[in-house]
């Protein structure tokens, strides 16, 4: 049967080791065909036999399970099964014999609760899938930076740190774009992405991009601080918002301590799937400056392909500009990940210390916001 085929219940026929395992003292101790540690036969589950003749001059469908055989009634019989001997066995299988990981979901099907079925769910821009050990080819990419000595091939989006030598003039306050320029970056890209789809600039054209998109925003800046400060207080979600209304983009900006947890997801989510990137401000402004001290703060995170962990960098979100571009969720684990632009790099946040930082309320600090392109 090994060698002929065998019927699993998803209509799939393998065929698997006839050979069996020889254990050290010399004697067979089963099949596992695929060494993922399963014998053949577990992964193979229940065995059913399927026999289909006539009995008295009619025809009788039976179905043996484990020893026990039931007659199935004439009436749900398939027409173009009827009047037809039949006599095979399928499988109700449990995981794929031939497959360490029969599901595709990074967990191989002994540690994997539901071998069947992939627990990982990727959102990309457009509502495909994507591998996370894989770069991201779409959002936006820039070629040929110089930058600190060296050429940057390739970018996933801005940095503001590329623009170091960039002085921000507000009222009489000057802010170097390096310290103030990441709502520009992603006020930037996402326009371009909205405009271009998926596309890659040279750099002379992403800095003069980058430049128009500056000076179209400055025209609403308001920075009520008069003094030379290092943040983002230059550019709000809310200049943000105006500027694209302005250039026929129609966006809305939430309170993220406002919105329940699951609806902020799912609202992300719906934006991935309609191709939309959504833009995250953490505006914790007090921390920043090291006037506050918080015991919750989250970082950015970067994907380790070896590990399929998500691990911390020094990157601390507290007063700082991203994109986000993607989503990651483990069902087994519980746990949801947002893939976002920053830096010139892709990144992760997980979602739960993200929210969960963005729910403190007083009378001396602020929450961040998401802007949604609508």
């Avoid at 004697?27 to 006539?54: F, N």
């Avoid at 970056?185 to 596309?199: F, M, P, T």
Wanted: glycine share 8%; with cysteine.
């Amino acid at each position: 049967m090994e060698e002929q085929g065998l019927l699993l219940s998803n209509g799939q026929v393998i065929t698997t080791q006839t050979n069996p395992l020889i254990g050290d003292d010399g004697h067979a101790i089963g099949y596992d065909s695929d060494g993922d540690g399963l014998s053949d036969g577990e992964e193979l589950g229940t065995m059913i036999r399927i026999v289909q003749r006539q009995v008295n001059g009619e025809w009788e469908l039976t179905c043996t399970i484990e020893g026990t055989t039931y007659t199935i009634p004439n009436s749900t019989i398939a027409s173009y099964l009827q009047n037809m001997e039949l006599d095979f066995y399928v499988f109700n299988y449990v995981s794929n014999p031939n497959m360490k990981d029969t599901d595709g979901d990074s967990y191989e099907d002994p540690n994997d609760p539901r071998p069947r079925y992939n627990d990982i769910i990727t959102i990309d821009l457009g509502g495909g899938r994507y591998d996370p050990a894989v770069n991201d080819e779409g959002y936006i990419h820039v070629k040929n930076v110089p930058f600190d000595g060296k050429t940057i091939v390739d970018a996933y989006g801005g940095n503001q740190s590329w623009f170091g030598n960039v002085s921000i003039s507000l009222q009489g306050i000057n802010l170097l774009m390096e310290d103030t320029g990441c709502g520009v970056i992603a006020a930037n890209d996402v326009e371009l992405y909205l405009r271009n789809g998926a596309s890659s600039y040279n750099w002379p054209d992403y800095r003069d991009s980058v430049m128009n998109t500056f000076s179209g925003l400055s025209g609403t800046i308001f920075t009520p601080i008069p003094v030379n400060i290092v943040s983002t207080s230059a550019i709000s979600p809310s200049y943000i918002k105006n500027y694209y209304l302005w250039h026929g983009i129609l966006a809305e900006v939430y309170s993220i301590s406002n919105i329940n947890k699951t609806r902020i997801k799912n609202k992300i989510s719906r934006s991935l799937k309609n191709n939309k990137p959504v833009i995250l401000m953490e505006n914790d402004r007090l921390a920043s400056w090291g006037l506050v001290n918080r015991n919750n703060p989250y970082k950015l995170r970067t994907f380790d392909s070896n590990s399929g962990d998500f691990l911390d960098t020094d990157e601390m979100m507290l007063f700082h500009y991203v994109t986000i571009t993607g989503m990651y969720q483990n069902r087994i684990m519980d746990k949801t990940y947002l893939r976002v632009q920053s830096w010139g790099d892709e990144y992760y946040i997980d979602y739960d210390e993200f929210y969960d930082y963005n729910q403190y309320s007083d009378m001396i600090t602020w929450s961040g916001d998401l802007l949604f392109i609508e």
